[in-house]
């Protein structure tokens, strides 16, 4: 898989409307089956763990 981290992707407003889209989809349907918080979608990693750093991520542009 390849990961654009270095390719422009919209700066800060979009970011915002992207995590908040994924948060809010989230929020109102909730995980298809199968898939829980502790779901390991790569090595050491689980969707808590991405969720976790979408909220993060959020709250720290509403910061700034």
């Given amino acids: 898989m ?3 981290r270095n390719v422009d992707q919209g700066g800060k407003k979009i970011a915002k409307q ?3 889209f994924c948060l809010d989809q989230l929020e109102k349907h909730g995980f298809k089956n199968g898939v829980e918080l502790n779901t390991n979608i790569a090595h050491h990693l689980t ?3 991405i ?3 979408l ?3 959020e709250q720290a542009l509403e910061e700034g």
């Fill in 2 to 4: 390849e990961i654009n």
């Fill in 18 to 20: 992207r995590i908040s």
């Fill in 47 to 49: 969707v808590e763990e």
């Fill in 51 to 53: 969720v976790g750093a």
């Fill in 55 to 57: 909220v993060a991520a």
